[in-house]
């Protein structure tokens, strides 16, 4: 696989982590904030070739982990309207509810479908127009524009019967929140790099400015990882904070201009809950005045509830990386893959799950 | 978050083409990168999202490779 | 939550909520010895003869897909579960269960395809059921085979017989029916050039070996739950672990490809024509060789080893030098986007 192969080299894999474990001279914690990132730091088992001494958490940028109970709630109330079908990405169909997820309501009879482009919905939408088609659109900023551009299209097309139901959300306010988080110690950011394909590497600048934390935007394969780790140790040991891009092959300083104008063109920036840390100041969007007639919400009638999260459940504190998941006394005993409690365990990304799944130690 | 992998345009009529990885090929939205025929693209979701830089990916490979052959000198280069 | 006072699709996907639901429901109404071991398929004596007993439904959709359909699947499925467990597949049934509205045609194809799967498995299918039901209840059509085989003397496989030291064989590539299914799947939108089902009778290439070779431990189709699924079973029914590495399972490209785009791991993937042996470390050089003449073996490869240490784990070690633990899932994977 061209552009991917070259990154798994073992030889070149082998060399960065001595590399790294050379260059460390001193206890080191890093923040991964994707979950994609998450995931394929367990699958390829990274966490082997990296010395005791340097830390890696696993940050909120799972988009399942951090959507709030009460959208889910919401989803599950709009799939009993009449005439509703629902299209989700796979990611969503298995997190918990206050009562149920989608895979249960499916198992009731709701029409739930499961899609991997928000396109799929739209052309199931003008296949069937007998049906109200509702799309959830979560996501970071890698995903909003292909939401967006949907939006447009479904306007341009004078489509009835399309709606969405938003929960998108963006990185780098919950990146500032973070280290606004006194608890939370974190030296060294490794970016979301799809994120930074859409953002541009300038987007974690202010980041680096303003609390002197350096940030690599890393792209997802073994080689990558593992330099972008080595960056940021340099960076800490030299106490030189900067972004630097190790992503440059998809990675610009200015990012997509045509993805996020279609993102400006239809959402607007409001205060988000984030599941577990709270209301993030403008770190979520919502369809514009323009596109509000395509909002679920507004046309079915239905409200986003603020949900308290579970008692006992600490998705929360290992979402903002102050715990690890053996710390959450629900981690393994009660709340496991099949029967998940939080997100953080539902997600196939989150870090509850990636950590059952590949390490439980 | 963002599950997307490098697929190469083998078809392209306007904003919509067709994009191939391992012999699975894929509809895509060309809306977001000005890809032609032959090119490569990060594709997220049923999107191109990003063009793939190629002159941009062998000076990444060169770069570590070099990055290596300095600090290990006696170990030759890694090729 | 879902799964609780309701069955949902994961208790059928082969993985641990099916695991649960047939020791919390069946096993216990059902005390029978030989039911609680849980194999491919039951051993039983009847007379002087000692006899394997299978049963499998059948519920894919749709119900033609590149290189196989439900009725050629159906029938060999059901051979399967008889031949890895050392019998010689003999006489199967058939239950359909059809919806209203099924083309004629449709039927009739299916039914030709299971004929000639019959013919090439060499078993005979000598009883069977037809039901009609509702449109809506049935898919098209839903089929339930079972088999029986005579399982001569000597034949002993079972994973109480595996052993710290045997390795780990898989006959050939792993997902190819999984993501062939998948594929043909038009809400997916995805193309394959070449890929179809390995769905295919395996009695003849297991007979070749079993005759062949003494140190045969254990054998297993990894259908639902891939080959994951099957090596996790084994490291929990003994004191031992199963080590595989990454670069030597087989795997073809466009598999791979369709794993990476939709975020899948190819080892929780269906196989509807492997075979997962372990045997005795001093043979399986040779038997590979074996399997490899053979065109249903022709990838087979020795994929790793079982050790005592830490008992009950599989772990895969990386192809770039690393390792991850290997677990069971609770249901199907879905396509992600992150």
């Not at chain 1, 980041?207 to 350096?214: N, W």
């Not at chain 1, 459940?313 to 715990?323: N, Q």
């Given at each position: ?12 894999v082998?060399?960065?982590a001595?590399q ?72 969503l ?29 739209l ?6 127009p ?22 447009q ?76 780790i ?6 800490v040991?030299?106490d ?8 440059e ?49 507004a ?8 949900v308290?999260?579970?008692?006992g ?11 690890e ?12 893959p ?6 953080c365990?539902v ?15 | ?17 067709v ?25 997220h ?8 830089d190629?002159e941009?990916a ?22 | ?7 949902i ?55 033609f897909?590149?290189?196989s ?56 299918l ?15 059509l839903?089929i ?16 109480e ?23 043909a ?26 005759q ?15 080959l ?36 899948f ?14 045997v ?32 009950g ?26």
């Open positions: 696989m061209k552009h991917v192969e070259e990154y798994r080299r073992k030889d070149l082998t060399k960065l001595r790294i474990d050379a260059k460390l001279d001193r206890p080191v914690t890093l923040m991964e904030v994707c979950g994609t990132h998450t995931m394929a730091i367990h699958r390829h088992g990274l966490p082997d070739l990296l010395p005791p001494e340097l830390k890696l958490l696993s940050g909120p940028g799972c988009p399942v982990c951090v959507t709030p109970t009460g959208f889910i709630d919401a989803a599950i109330e709009l799939s009993q309207k009449e005439n509703v079908t629902l299209a989700t990405f796979g990611d169909v298995r997190v918990p509810g206050s009562t149920t997820s989608l895979e249960g309501r499916k198992a009731e009879g709701a029409d739930v479908v499961t899609v991997y482009s928000p396109l799929d919905a052309a199931a939408a003008e296949k069937r007998d049906r109200n088609l509702i799309f959830l659109a979560v996501g970071f900023e890698t995903t909003a524009p292909t939401g967006a551009l949907v939006v299209e479904a306007r341009n097309r004078g489509l009835q019967n399309f709606a969405v139901l938003v929960g998108n959300k963006l990185v780098p306010p919950a990146l500032r929140a973070l280290l606004q988080d006194e608890a939370v110690k974190i030296d060294g950011f490794i970016c979301p790099g799809h994120v930074g394909t859409i953002i541009g590497a300038k987007a974690y600048e202010p980041i680096v400015r303003e609390f002197g934390v350096p940030c690599v935007v890393a792209g997802f394969e073994p080689v990558d990882i593992l330099a972008a080595l960056w940021l140790v340099e960076m040991v030299s030189e904070p900067e972004v630097r891009n190790a992503y092959r998809v990675v610009t300083w200015e990012g997509n201009h045509a993805a996020m104008d279609c993102m400006n063109e239809v959402f607007e920036v409001e205060d988000s809950l984030w599941r577990g840390l709270g209301v993030i100041p403008a770190s979520g969007l919502r369809l514009n005045d323009t596109y509000r007639e395509f909002d679920a919400a046309r079915f009638d239905v409200v986003m509830h603020e308290p999260d579970t008692s459940c600490r998705c929360g504190d290992v979402l903002r990386g102050a715990i998941p053996t710390e959450c006394p629900l981690f393994a005993v009660r709340c496991t099949e029967s998940p409690v939080g997100p365990m997600s196939s990304e989150g870090t509850c799950a990636a950590f059952y799944k590949y390490r439980r130690e | 978050m963002c599950l997307a992998v490098p697929m190469k345009i083998v078809e392209r009529e306007g904003q919509r083409g994009a191939e990885l391992e012999g699975v090929t894929r509809e895509v939205a060309l809306h977001f990168v000005d890809a032609q025929v032959g090119d490569y693209v990060l594709v979701a049923g999107f191109a999202i990003q063009k793939v190629e941009s062998l000076e990444t490979i060169e770069l570590f490779r070099e990055m290596m052959a300095e600090e290990f000198p006696d170990e030759g280069r890694t090729s | 939550m879902g799964g609780d006072d309701k069955i699709l994961a208790h059928g996907s082969g993985g641990k909520l099916t695991r649960r639901l047939v020791s919390d429901t069946f096993l216990k109404k059902f005390a029978h010895p030989v039911l609680a071991e849980l194999d491919d398929s039951a051993r039983v004596e009847m007379g002087a003869n000692r006899i394997c007993f299978t049963t499998d439904s059948y519920v894919v959709k749709p119900l897909f590149p290189g359909d439900i009725g050629k699947l159906a029938v060999y499925g059901t051979v399967n579960d008889l031949a890895v467990m050392g019998a010689e597949p003999l006489y199967i049934s058939c239950g359909l269960i059809i919806e209203e509205g099924l083309e004629r045609d449709i039927l009739e194809r299916v039914v030709e395809s299971m004929a000639q799967a019959c013919e090439i498995a060499r078993v005979s000598v009883t069977g059921d037809t039901k009609v039901v509702e449109s809506g209840g049935a898919d098209g839903f339930n085979t079972s088999g029986v085989g005579l399982l001569p003397e000597g034949n002993e496989f079972g994973v017989r595996i052993s710290a030291g045997d390795r780990v064989i898989i006959s050939g590539t792993i997902g190819d029916h999984a993501i062939a299914v998948l594929a799947r038009e809400d997916l939108g995805l193309k394959l050039s070449e890929l179809k089902s390995d769905c295919a009778p395996l009695n003849h290439l297991i007979n070749r070996v079993v062949q070779f003494d140190g045969i431990k254990f054998m297993r189709d990894p259908t639902r739950g891939g994951a699924t099957v090596l996790c079973e084994i490291a929990e029914s003994a004191p031992i672990s199963v080590h595989i590495r990454e670069e030597t399972i087989p795997i073809r490209r466009e598999v791979n490809g369709i794993c990476e785009i939709l975020g791991d190819p080892l929780y993937l269906a196989n509807e024509g492997k075979v997962v042996m372990v005795a470390s001093s043979i399986a050089d040779e038997l590979c060789d074996v399997l490899r003449s053979d065109e249903l073996g022709k990838d087979a490869a020795v994929i790793g080893e079982v050790s005592s240490d830490s008992p784990d599989v772990v895969l070690h990386t192809a770039i030098g690393g390792s991850r633990l290997v677990t069971m899932l609770a249901g199907d994977q879905l396509p992600r986007i992150c």
